[in-house]
Structure formats: C-alpha cells, structure tokens
T-cell receptor, first 114, second 116 residues
Framework: SQTIHQWPATLVQPVGSPLSLECTVE??????LYWYRQAAGRGLQLLFY??????ISSEVPQNLSASRPQDRQFILSSKKLLLSDSGFYLC?????????????FGDGTRLSIL | AQKITQTQPGMFVQEKEAVTLDCTYD???????LFWYKQPSSGEMIFLIY??????QNATEGRYSLNFQKARKSANLVISASQLGDSAMYFC?????????????FGAGTRLFVKA
C-alpha cells in the first residue's frame, strides 16, 4: 500500500533562517506531488505541484521554492524565512496521469517563525 | 482561471439530521474533477467523495452524496444522518484534467458543528 511521510511534525525557526521540509511517498511510481500551506482556520493555498522529476509549477510568488530530486521525493525550501511563512504545511500525492484520483495527504508540519 | 467558492464559513446541524455544504466552481476546461475532504481538529485531510465532469450520476459514498449541477457549476456535499463525529472543516477542491496539469485548488472551507 502507498504511504506518505512528511517531516518534521513541528518546527520553530527564527526570522531569516533557512528552511527545508521533506516529503516522501512509498508504494507508487511517478505520482503527482503537491505542497500546500494552511493558515489557522483557513483553506489550503497551493504553493507548488509537480508531475515528474525536475518539473515544478509554482503557484504563488514568494520566498519559497520546491524541488523534486527523485521520483517520490518533494522538498520545500527557503533561504530566508519571513514571519508570514508561519503556517501548517501539507504535502500530498495523487496517482500520476489520472485526474480522477484523490490526493493523499501527509500529517503536516506546523511551522512557527519567531 | 480556476476558482472554488465555499460561501458558508460555519454551519450548525442537529445530530441525525441532514446538512448541505455549498460549493461553486469556475473553469473553462471541459474535463475536471471535484473532490470533498474532511479535516478534523487533528489536522489530517480525509478524502470523502469524487465527482467527474462527465459523470452522469451524482456520486454517493455511504452517508455522503454530491449534488452535482453542472450548468450551475455547483457541487454541494450532502451529509445524511449527521453524527457528532462529523464536526470538522470540510473542503471542496477542483482539478482540471486536460489543461490544468493536475493542479488542484481548494475552497476556503466550511466548519460544520453537529449538535447533540
């Protein structure tokens, strides 16, 4: 069966520090991968999505970036965090090439910027 | 551009009654999919139900059904026989299949409160 791992679960970082959140998927090949951010009590904002290795689509101009160095690995990064980067970050995957398949989400990372 | 709208920030329903959560969408792609997810206070995202743009019948999954009105571009979630455990945030999402590159966007969500 397929599983998705996202870490860390919580993270407290100072303003201006770098960030690296990692997400890996097991049990499937060539998945679509997604990064979302959710402010407290709000909806999910799509940040990045990827349909293949090295293929990244950015939805929101900001100081975040994403990379997909391997088929089932998706990394969210920042060189310098801002206070506004605080939030709940969710990684998700869906079956590649199939638009009718739901997304499966990781447990999320709660990021607090001090 | 894609757009998903959920106009009900919060809804109350009596236990054992049915409730409808509204969702409207906007897309120019003839091929798309609509999804509903539940997010309890724990934060996990739980997939509930899917409706494809070419599906002739409304989707149903247990106590969940989707009232799909394509001409009105609405995809409302109906929960029958509400239970206390249904209290959560509910999100509508859309994915464009042909031109969207599997991009999936979410609405702002509706918080459902089930009263005993």
């Amino acid at each position: 069966s397929q599983t998705i791992h996202q870490w860390p679960a919580t993270l407290v970082q100072p303003v201006g520090s770098p960030l690296s959140l990692e997400c890996t998927v097991e049990g499937t090949s060539n998945p679509n991968l997604y990064w979302y951010r959710q402010a407290a009590g709000r909806g999910l904002q799509l940040l990045f999505y990827s349909v293949g290795i090295g293929q990244i689509s950015s939805e929101v101009p900001q100081n975040l970036s994403a990379s997909r160095p391997q088929d089932r690995q998706f990394i969210l990064s920042s060189k310098k965090l801002l206070l506004s980067d605080s939030g709940f970050y969710l990684c998700a995957w869906s079956v590649g090439g199939r638009s009718n398949q739901p997304q499966h989400f990781g447990d999320g990372t709660r990021l607090s910027i001090l | 551009a894609q757009k998903i709208t959920q106009t009900q920030p919060g809804m109350f329903v009596q236990e054992k009654e049915a409730v409808t959560l509204d969702c409207t969408y906007d897309t120019s792609d003839p091929s798309y999919g609509l999804f509903w997810y539940k997010q309890p206070s724990s934060g996990e995202m739980i997939f509930l139900i899917y409706q494809g743009s070419y599906d002739q019948q409304n989707a149903t999954e247990g106590r969940y059904s989707l009232n799909f009105q394509k001409a009105r571009k609405s995809a409302n979630l109906v929960i029958s026989a509400s239970q206390l455990g249904d209290s959560a945030m509910y999100f509508c999402a859309m994915r464009e299949g042909m031109t969207g590159g599997f991009k999936t966007i979410f609405g702002a969500g509706t918080r459902l409160f089930v009263k005993a």
